[in-house]
């Protein structure tokens, strides 16, 4: 999963589109024209329809956090910049490890080291403008006693 990325432009089926798609047969719109409508195969809107439920994710990679948590690592991230605690690349990663053993959330890190992947550690980086200062920075300030 490490150099994972998403190439296919297919989109997963919703529990919100598939209700969508029910609303229009309910109407007494065709299977097929509600598939038009919806943006999916035939088939696969009578597939779903007979499972009941939609697909929320597509393959088998899936993310670690949910949205609503990894937004709040990163408001959690942004408070402790605003304490000037600075954060590196390590306490991110066992900060993020953590977060999930105490929520009890599946993950594929390690629990030897505990801490979390590179990739996520650099995505919260990247993505979520998560401040990470230089370990070098850190000890210059420890030494001069700021």
Known sequence: MRNYK????????TEAI?????????????VRQAAKAVGFHEATLRKRLKEG????NLGRFRAVFSH???????QHCKNLD????DLTIKPLRFLLYSYAERNHIRHPFKPGNQLAGRKLHERFHEEKSVILTDASENQHCQ???I
């Open 68 to 74: 609503a948590q990894e937004n709040e690592i990163v």
């Open 18 to 30: 598939l209700r969508e798609a029910r609303e229009l047969i309910d109407n007494g719109v065709s």
């Open 53 to 56: 439920k939609g697909s929320e």
């Open 143 to 145: 030494k001069n006693g």
């Open 6 to 13: 998403r190439i296919s432009e297919r989109k997963p089926m």
């Open 82 to 85: 605003k304490r000037f605690y």
